[in-house]
């Protein structure tokens, strides 16, 4: 059986029935119970920042740590409906009858593995991006992990996805920056 170089860009297509393949038991419930641990820790770090953020006397509601504090709790109810099917799952595989034959409507989920490389690319590129902002400044930082994210999914074109990730965070720091009154680190650009 092969397997596609990529299957976060090229084999997981809408539509398509696709399966994680790996080992039995326990391994394949840690494999499950992964993403929502990694859900479950960015809702962490956020409840962190909103718990040791600094808000001025007098701040009326929402306030700043509104919005931050709604998608913490997204992302906890997220990371508790990923659990819940990772374990559903789980317990169908233990309990899934063996079928001799299949029709063509029930067409069984094409299997696909993690992608350790496109992974890496993509969780690096984030704590790359969180570490260097406050040096790069939000337009080169943003870029660059646009860049590493597309690449992380498979882009073929490094120069028009740099291009389009530096047009999309200089758009993103005009909007924020300058129309919203919401300064963004601007860097090196900026002479810190």
């Given amino acids: 059986m092969t397997f596609p170089a990529n299957p976060t860009a090229t084999s997981a297509v809408v539509g398509d029935r696709l399966r994680l393949v790996s080992g039995p038991g326990a391994a394949a419930l840690l494999k499950g119970l992964t993403m929502p641990a990694?859900?479950?820790?960015?809702?962490?770090?956020?409840?962190?920042g909103i718990l040791t953020m600094k808000v001025p006397a007098g701040t009326v509601f929402p306030g700043p740590q509104f919005f931050p504090a709604i998608i913490a709790a997204g992302l906890y109810v997220?990371?508790?409906?990923?659990?819940?099917?990772?374990?559903?799952?789980?317990?169908?595989?233990?309990?899934?009858?063996?079928?001799?034959?299949?029709?063509?409507d029930d067409a069984a989920p094409r299997p696909v593995r993690v992608d350790v490389r496109s992974l890496a690319w993509v969780v690096v590129s984030f704590f790359a991006f969180a570490f260097l902002l406050d040096i790069l400044g939000w337009i080169i930082a943003a870029g660059l992990l646009f860049w590493c994210v597309a690449r992380g999914f498979g882009s073929?074109?490094?120069?028009?996805?740099?291009?389009?990730?530096?047009?999309?965070?200089?758009?993103?720091?005009?909007?924020?920056?300058?129309?919203?009154?919401?300064?963004?680190?601007?860097?090196?650009l900026g002479g810190f």
């Fill in 78 to 104: 997220f990371a508790a409906a990923l659990v819940v099917s990772a374990v559903k799952e789980m317990r169908e595989r233990a309990t899934a009858p063996v079928r001799a034959t299949a029709t063509a």
């Fill in 156 to 188: 073929r074109k490094p120069v028009a996805s740099l291009v389009v990730g530096l047009t999309v965070s200089s758009l993103a720091y005009i909007g924020f920056d300058m129309l919203l009154g919401m300064p963004l680190p601007s860097g090196i």
């Fill in 38 to 48: 990694v859900v479950a820790a960015f809702a962490t770090y956020l409840v962190v």
